[in-house]
């Protein structure tokens, strides 16, 4: 496993001691891993649906463009 050594703001530093010590996780590198990995998730998941936008829009299933159907989207997630 890699090491690294970090830095970080007092209010992050704080909050990963916080987590720790509820017994969230047994350490701040337990946390920032798992952090990652749902950064990394996150950014799978927004690679595909543009992918997913991009083929649908050079297919002509919709004139509509990359930018409208997100906003679109985001209306009908939002309420």
Request: no cysteine.
């Amino acid at each position: 496993m890699a090491r690294q050594s970090i830095s970080l703001t007092e209010p992050n530093d704080l909050w990963l001691k916080s987590q720790v010590e509820k017994k969230e996780y047994s350490s701040k590198s337990e946390l920032v891993n798992d952090l990652i990995r749902q950064a990394r998730n996150q950014q799978s998941q927004i690679d595909f649906v543009k992918l997913k936008l991009e083929k649908a829009e050079k297919s002509g299933f919709t004139n509509d463009r990359k930018k409208e159907i997100l906003e679109a989207s985001k209306k009908l997630l939002n309420g």
